[in-house]
């Protein structure tokens, strides 16, 4: 089981650790860039210091070479803070036109002159270390060359990095430790607010589990996070579903229970009336009675327990298979033709030729317009007629199903797909009223529909069952 805490930490924490990281980098990097100004700016201090000092110094232009005081000022450079393992920190050079070397050390790394004149700065290694170097170039007035001119002379400055690495540091670890503080915060912030909302969901759950069992009133979204609003709706309608069926299930027991207890009555005074004859024809013929009574409470409860299945379905089949509605009603009609020859009536299926393909499930549909032609059959007088046919209108596949029988008012076919509601107005037939509420609710299931009009020429009645096309000749197979 996944939790979700877990989760938001297996979301967040990778991207925090990645943008922690780059942040980390680009951060040691702005403070090793302040350092370096810091410190350059330094540099170029010193460097312009010594080279006002050679151009000005008559000592240069009598010995040839660097002034003591020069030298004196530059050892002061050496050792101190950040001094190398030789105690130096800061080397020069100065090194004349033509390769000379008046002063420092000889083997200084050198920087590509600037063609402006300008300081330069580089990065270099000396004795196996991080070094800056920084150099410049300048005319002294009192060594000449061999043009008479001043002799141009460059001055090199080296200083060991390892104090600005040691500043870029000591600013990157405090940046670092701000920026961790800050991330710790706000995953602290967020895993509150986390904890708020499991919070909200915590009081749900309690709401339901202090419930009875048959308390499916909907649940309040008050004081619930908008996020948390789909489920609760979701919920609901879940809720809602299970009402219907609770409710459904309950008018089934209820039904059951009234439609039985008369049969069963019947059934048991027949029983007794039975025992206390003595005549054998008699017996026999309360004993068909109580068969036929048994027979049609028998079909009551497979009806009942039908119209239980297909309502539960409510709209949605599962399952279907794509077959040929025309075959269907072929063999369908062939099935009931039993009962056209007894009373003689002409049973026809106008065919057309093609097939009539639909989705859906075969019992079901069986059960549909078995219940239909069953139907027509039994409300038809002797030697009447009964017409099946079907076609393709569009979209839909549409099956009518007309008989010669007495018909119904326009009035009364408002409810006669209601449960139990007999058609007494056509004539005596047997039946539990159950049979048009099944064929309604299937083809509710299929998703189509079922329509009552005038038979052929304003006689009987006509049944108009319209059903979903298959478009897809694969579909269901």
């Given at each position: 089981?996944?939790?979700?805490?877990?989760?938001?930490?297996?979301?967040?924490?990778?991207?925090?650790?990645?943008?922690?990281?780059a942040?980390?980098?680009?951060?040691?990097?702005?403070?090793?860039?302040?350092?370096?100004?810091?410190?350059?700016?330094?540099?170029h201090?010193?460097?312009m210091?010594?080279?006002?000092?050679?151009t000005?110094?008559?000592e240069?232009?009598?010995?040839?070479?660097?002034?003591?005081?020069?030298?004196e000022?530059?050892?002061?450079?050496?050792?101190?803070?950040g001094?190398?393992?030789?105690?130096?920190?800061v080397?020069?050079?100065?090194?004349?036109?033509?390769?000379?070397?008046?002063?420092?050390?000889?083997d200084?790394?050198?920087?590509?002159?600037?063609?402006?004149?300008t300081?330069?700065?580089?990065?270099?290694?000396?004795?196996?270390k991080a070094v800056?170097v920084?150099?410049?170039?300048?005319?002294?007035?009192?060594?000449?060359?061999?043009?008479?001119?001043?002799?141009?002379?460059?001055?090199?400055?080296v200083?060991?990095?390892?104090?600005?690495?040691?500043l870029?540091?000591?600013?990157?670890?405090?940046?670092?430790?701000?920026?961790?503080?800050?991330?710790?915060?706000?995953?602290a912030?967020?895993?509150?607010?986390?904890?708020?909302?499991?919070?909200?969901?915590?009081?749900?759950?309690?709401?339901?589990?202090?419930?009875e069992?048959?308390?499916?009133?909907?649940l309040a979204?008050?004081d619930m996070p908008?996020?948390?609003?789909?489920?609760?709706?979701?919920?609901n309608?879940?809720?809602?579903?299970?009402?219907?069926?609770?409710?459904t299930?309950?008018?089934?027991?209820?039904?059951?229970?009234?439609?039985?207890?008369?049969?069963l009555?019947?059934?048991?005074?027949?029983?007794?009336?039975?025992?206390?004859?003595?005549?054998?024809?008699?017996?026999?013929?309360?004993?068909e009675?109580?068969?036929?009574?048994?027979?049609?409470?028998?079909?009551?409860?497979n009806?009942?327990?039908?119209?239980?299945?297909?309502?539960?379905?409510?709209g949605?089949?599962?399952?279907?298979?794509?077959?040929?509605?025309?075959?269907?009603?072929?063999?369908?009609?062939?099935?009931?033709?039993?009962?056209?020859?007894?009373?003689?009536?002409?049973?026809?299926?106008?065919?057309?030729?093609?097939?009539?393909?639909?989705?859906?499930?075969?019992?079901?549909?069986?059960?549909?317009?078995?219940?239909?032609?069953?139907?027509?059959?039994?409300?038809?007088?002797?030697?009447?007629?009964?017409?099946?046919?079907?076609?393709?209108?569009?979209?839909?596949?549409?099956?009518t199903i007309?008989?010669?029988?007495?018909?119904?008012?326009p009035?009364?076919?408002v409810?006669?797909?209601n449960?139990?509601?007999r058609r007494?107005?056509?004539?005596?037939?047997?039946?539990?009223?159950?049979?048009?509420?099944?064929?309604?609710?299937?083809?509710?299931?299929?998703?189509?529909?079922?329509?009552l009009?005038n038979?052929?020429?304003?006689?009987?009645?006509s049944?108009?069952?319209?059903?979903p096309v298959?478009?897809?000749?694969?579909?269901?197979?």
């Open positions: 089981m996944t939790s979700l805490k877990g989760s938001v930490a297996l979301w967040l924490l990778p991207p925090l650790i990645l943008l922690l990281a942040n980390a980098v680009l951060s040691y990097r702005g403070a090793r860039e302040a350092a370096d100004l810091a410190y350059d700016r330094s540099l201090m010193a460097l210091f010594l080279g006002e000092r050679l000005t110094s008559e240069v232009a009598a010995t040839g070479d660097l002034p003591r005081s020069i030298r000022v530059l050892g002061e450079s050496a050792g101190g803070e001094a190398g393992a030789d105690g130096e920190r080397f020069f050079a100065v090194i004349a036109s033509d390769g000379r070397s008046l002063a420092g050390e000889n200084l790394p050198k920087p590509k002159p600037n063609a402006d004149g300081i330069r700065f580089a990065d270099a290694r000396y004795r196996g800056r920084a150099s410049i170039d300048i005319r002294s007035k009192h060594l000449t060359a061999v043009d008479g001119a001043g002799l141009l002379l460059e001055v090199v400055l200083e060991d990095a390892g104090a600005r690495v040691a870029a540091q000591q600013v990157f670890y405090a940046d670092l430790r701000r920026q961790l503080a800050l991330a710790v915060f706000s995953v912030l967020a895993w509150l607010g986390l904890a708020a909302t499991l919070r909200s969901l915590r009081r749900l759950s309690e709401d339901l589990a202090r419930r069992a048959e308390d499916l009133a909907p979204t008050d908008t996020e948390v609003h789909p489920l609760i709706e979701a919920i309608r879940h809720l809602a579903r299970l009402a219907d069926l609770l409710e299930s309950r008018r089934f027991a209820a039904d059951v229970a009234h439609q039985l207890r008369t049969p009555t019947l059934l048991g005074a027949q029983a007794q009336y039975g025992l206390r004859q003595k005549d054998t024809e008699e017996m026999r013929r309360i004993i009675g109580i068969v036929a009574a048994s027979r049609s409470a028998q079909r009551l409860c009806q009942m327990l039908s119209l239980s299945r297909i309502e539960a379905a409510k949605l089949m599962n399952g279907g298979v794509r077959l040929d509605l025309a075959a269907l009603l072929r063999e369908t009609a062939l099935d009931l033709g039993v009962l056209a020859l007894e009373k003689h009536i002409d049973l026809t299926y106008t065919d057309t030729g093609r097939a009539v393909p639909v989705i859906g499930n075969e019992v079901m549909l069986r059960e549909l317009f078995s219940n239909l032609i069953d139907n027509a059959l039994r409300y038809t007088p002797y030697g009447g007629r009964v017409g099946i046919a079907a076609d393709i209108e569009g979209e839909m596949a549409r099956v007309t008989d010669t029988g007495p018909g119904i008012a009035a009364a076919r409810t006669l797909f449960r139990f509601h007494f107005d056509r004539s005596g037939a047997e039946g539990s009223g159950l049979g048009l509420a099944i064929v309604r609710q299937i083809c509710l299931a299929h998703g189509g529909m079922v329509e009009g038979g052929t020429e304003g006689q009987g009645l049944v108009n069952v319209r059903l298959s478009s897809d000749p694969a579909a269901g197979q």
